[in-house]
Every structure is written in C-alpha cells, then in structure tokens.
C-alpha cells in the first residue's frame, strides 16, 4: 500500500477494482478545509481516462505491471500471434484486445506486452516504425501548392498521407502516435 502523497505519474495503483495509470495529479490545499489530490487515472483494461480526487489520509494499492519484450510473428483470421524471444513461447491475441495498436503491426516487429496477474492489458508499440511503400500514384508535375501529399499503400495494409517523391517501394518511417508520415528511412 502506498499513502496518496507518494504517487508519481506513471505509477500503477488500484482504484475501485480497477488497474490505473496515474497520468497527472495535483496537490491542493484550499484555505478552508482538509487538503486532498486530485488526479487524472487512465483505466488500463478499458483505455477510458477519468479524473478522481482522494483525500489525503488514503492509501492505494500499488499494482505491479510486467512488460515483457515478444515479437509478432502473423495474423490468422483476427487472431495475432506474438513470440517471446528467450523462451520461445507463444500467446495469440484477439483484435479486440489490441485495439487501434493493430493496424501498426508487421511481421518481425518487436514490441512490448503489458501483463498483470498473467492478464494482458494490451501492447506498447514503438514511438516510430518503418514501413516499405508497396502501393503509390507517381506525383504529377505541377501538382505542388502547399504541403501536397498523396496516399501511399504500405507492407502491412495501413494507408498513410506521404509527400509527392515518396515511390513505389521507398522505405518510410510512420508515427504510431497519430499514423503520420514522419521521414525516409
């Protein structure tokens, strides 16, 4: 158990049954009255963020996340399939549970899988990720107001917005943060 006054951002904690990620709190000590902390907590099963405030005498149990680092090897008929590389064991996880994360996969990728209790909670992808340009329209000449992009069909399915000289079979690195082209590779 850890006092209210202990928790940091980034912290994983129990609320109500809950496993939350503490994603930014404030002490606040009003004039009148007992001080308490309000935060803002991200529900790790759901994804939902919600804003709750404790007083100050609270304890909270603390939640031990395990990461466990595991390449994706395919999928097959919406069921992923991950490898961890030192045991070479093999868990499959259904689209629900990957969520958005799913259309940034390729095979061969190495991401991180969040577990606790030996429940998973979802995936860690990385910040960028680099993808081969399978399917683009050649730019036309002329075509260059401002900032003119075009779609570009990558490896894994994904449909991203890339600059005019972006080719066929151009190696580029995507932002799994907002889908966004970020450079060449």
Known sequence: MININDIKNGMTVIVDGNICQIIEFLHVKPGKGPAFVRTKLKNLRTGATVEHTFNTNIK??????????????????????????????????????????????????????????????????????????TNTEPAVKGNTTNNATKDAELENGLTVRVPLFINNDDTIVVSTKDGKYDSRA
């Open 60 to 133: 909270l149990e603390k939640a031990n996340i395990e990461k466990m680092s595991m390449q994706f090897l395919y999928e097959n008929s919406g069921m992923y399939n991950f490898m961890n590389m030192e045991t070479y064991e093999q868990i499959e996880l259904t689209k629900d549970a990957l969520g958005d994360d799913a259309k940034y996969l390729k095979e061969g990728i190495s991401i991180d899988i969040s577990f606790y209790q030996g429940e998973v909670l979802g995936i860690i992808l990385p910040e960028k990720i680099t993808y081969l340009v």
